[in-house]
């Protein structure tokens, strides 16, 4: 036990832990998407899906798992951030970017990550702990989930909030995908350039497919 | 070229008496630079003046002054060996530079690197992180015959693409974590590359990081900021091989 505590507190495989959950939090990202994308199939075909999601027990596992994901990657990157500003005390006078190295993505992931974490907390007080509302499907009773977020969208900050916090979670992703990569020493000037392209076009695809659900919701105008 | 084009700098340098004291930003006016000198000559000048008015000369840095032996580096107006790709500061000249520019010099800032005087920095710390794994044990006697080893022409040439590093420590300087990881991964990659290294490579990977690590150095963030502002271009690659190596390493190493 000792001797694993001892790699986990290298930098390296603290790097490669965050790397792990990050990618593990990209397929969730893409699995919570597809669950959305639902809504576009109306009201009962959205809640019947939610309520099979919900209503099987192992989702509190699930829930569990995703719980300790976010954690490690969350606890990780704020020990990595102190540390990281401990190790250049006195700042410089003038700093700039070469132009070619850092990019915004890149330079700006404790910020981004910031945004994502308060985003999170946010969504799953107002959504997932919401209001309850219910509907009938065939004599099921069940949480009606596309009334609440339809009904939740119709207030426009909700709706700019949710976008910002889906643009800051695509340039996370923009960098944080690639970096992954790099961390876990995954690097061939084969595939470089292929995981950098996936990169950006996952973190466009996460902010663009995410930010159309408040928008969609918004233009069914309460129905 | 002809005293017409010299120029009037205004120069913004770090000075700092010692390692204990504080510092602080002191302006100079350098009057008569030829866009021809060096940026270490250019500092020479100036201490020249600052010596003739009996001022303190501002203490930094040098030897070869051909970019090959690793010793100068600043940050110039904010990049590590100034604007120039792939350029140390003693090979920076002053036709960079325009007749009325405002030139900021700092020391290179990380948490292991003390400043020592003004511009100077005290870069023990990759010595130290040397000292930890970067060699190879050979027996001693006479020098073997050429191609007693055979090295495949793949792997000598990203070996020695890693081995032209000079340890400058500008990579540490200009990355926003003060990393050493593209110093340390290029010594890693240098000797780990080599049939040479092959013994020692798996303890090699380990203890280097380990002391890299307890010496302060931040966490690499995957920027690329340091392979921007190599004097050698080292490449990130090689801190991606040092990744992998350290997980297999970790995984397999027989004792550590
Ligand atoms: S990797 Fe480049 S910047 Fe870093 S010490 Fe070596 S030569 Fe200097
Ligand atoms: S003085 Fe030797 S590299 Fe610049």
């Known amino acids: 036990m000792s001797y694993l505590l001892k790699y986990v507190k290298t930098s390296i495989v603290k790097k490669q832990l965050m790397a792990a959950s990050g990618l593990l939090l ?19 075909f959205f809640n019947t899906y939610s309520h099979k999601l919900i209503s099987n027990p192992f989702i509190y596992i699930a829930e569990a798992i995703l719980v300790l ?3 490690s990657h969350i606890c990780l990157a704020i020990k990595v951030t102190l540390e990281n500003r401990a190790a250049r005390p006195e700042p410089y006078y003038v700093s700039v970017h070469s132009g ?9 992931m404790p910020i981004t990550g910031f945004i994502i974490l308060t985003f999170l907390i946010w969504h799953v007080v107002s959504l997932k702990y919401g209001p309850h509302y219910e509907a009938t499907y065939n004599g099921v009773v069940m949480r009606d989930l596309h009334k609440l977020v339809i009904e939740y969208f119709q207030i426009e900050w909700h709706v700019g909030l949710y976008i910002l916090a889906m643009a800051a979670a695509g340039m996370h992703a923009f960098h944080g995908f690639w970096s992954a990569f790099q961390s876990l020493g995954v690097n061939h000037p084969k595939y470089n350039c292929c995981i950098r392209f996936v990169s950006k076009a996952f973190g466009v695809f996460v902010a663009l497919g995410y930010s159309a659900f408040p928008i969609y919701c918004y233009l069914q105008g309460g129905n | 070229m002809s005293d017409q084009h010299n120029m009037r700098l205004s120069l913004k340098i770090w000075r700092q008496a010692n390692s204990l004291s504080k510092g602080q930003m002191v302006d100079y006016e350098l009057d008569g630079v030829s866009p021809d000198v060096s940026f270490l000559e250019m500092m020479d000048q100036l201490n020249d003046k600052l010596i003739k ?8 840095d040098h030897d070869c002054r051909e970019g090959i032996c690793g010793m100068c580096g600043v940050v110039i107006n904010g990049q590590a060996h100034g604007p120039e790709k792939e350029t140390t500061t003693c090979q920076l000249h002053m036709r960079k530079f325009k007749n009325g520019d405002t030139i900021v010099i700092e020391p290179f800032r990380a ?18 992180i040397i000292k930890a794994g970067g060699f190879i044990t050979v027996s001693t006697g006479q020098a073997p015959d050429a191609h007693t080893l055979l090295v495949p022409k793949g792997d000598a040439e990203l070996s020695m693409d890693a081995a032209q590093c000079i340890g400058c420590g500008a990579c540490v300087a200009s990355c926003k974590n003060a990393s050493a990881m593209l110093f340390t991964s290029a010594k890693i990659s240098h000797l780990g590359l080599l049939p040479q290294g092959q013994a020692e490579a798996k303890t090699r990977v380990l203890s280097m990081v380990e002391k890299m690590d307890e010496l302060g150095f931040g966490n690499c963030t995957n920027e690329a900021e340091c392979e921007a502002n190599c ?8 801190i991606a091989r040092m990744n992998r190596q350290y997980l297999c390493s970790a995984a397999t190493h027989p004792t550590m």
């Open chain 1, 26 to 44: 990209c397929g969730f990202l893409l699995t919570h998407m597809a669950g959305n994308f639902l809504i576009y199939f109306g009201p009962e």
């Open chain 1, 69 to 71: 994901i976010f954690l």
């Open chain 1, 100 to 108: 070619r190295g850092a990019t915004l993505s890149s330079s700006t």
């Open chain 2, 53 to 60: 008015e009996g001022k303190d000369p501002v203490a930094f």
């Open chain 2, 111 to 128: 948490k292991p690197f003390p400043v020592l005087k003004d511009l100077m920095v005290n870069r023990s710390a990759f010595d130290e």
């Open chain 2, 231 to 238: 004097p050698k271009n080292i490449s990130i690659s090689n």
